[in-house]
């Protein structure tokens, strides 16, 4: 099966940047889609950003222009770099895969496959 791992996350300040990593495993072709997801205390998860092996991208409308993800397809490493970071970005943030590669969204519900989460913290 597809297995994800997420590395990155931190504490930063207003205004700050991290690069969050998601290396992926398990994929028998070269068609994949893997989704960027965040939950922070007491509010619901939310899909952030996915990408497609055909770089067909989605964002969530909070992060436009402040988010990019992009993909290593190479290294099958899958990339979140976060800038202009803002307190309400703070979240535990995770990786997934869906079942079917084409079901690729900001749907949670489409998606199989989470890694184990990586913190992100954003504070003065």
């Known amino acids: 099966q597809v297995q994800l791992v997420e590395s990155g996350g931190g504490s930063v300040q207003p205004g700050g940047s991290l690069r969050l990593s998601c290396a992926a495993s398990g994929y028998t072709s070269s068609r994949s889609c893997i989704g960027w997801f965040r939950q922070a205390p007491g509010k619901e998860r939310e899909g952030v950003a996915a990408i497609d092996s055909n770089s067909n991208l989605w964002y969530v409308h909070s992060v436009k222009g402040r988010f990019t993800i992009s993909q290593d397809n190479a290294r099958k490493i899958v990339y979140l770099q976060m800038n202009s970071l803002k307190p309400e970005d703070t979240a535990l943030y995770y990786c997934?895969?869906?079942?079917?590669?084409?079901?690729?969204?900001?749907?949670?519900?489409?998606?199989?496959?989470w890694g184990q989460g990586t913190q992100v913290t954003v504070s003065s």
């Open positions: 997934a895969a869906p079942v079917d590669w084409w079901r690729c969204s900001l749907n949670g519900g489409d998606y199989r496959y």
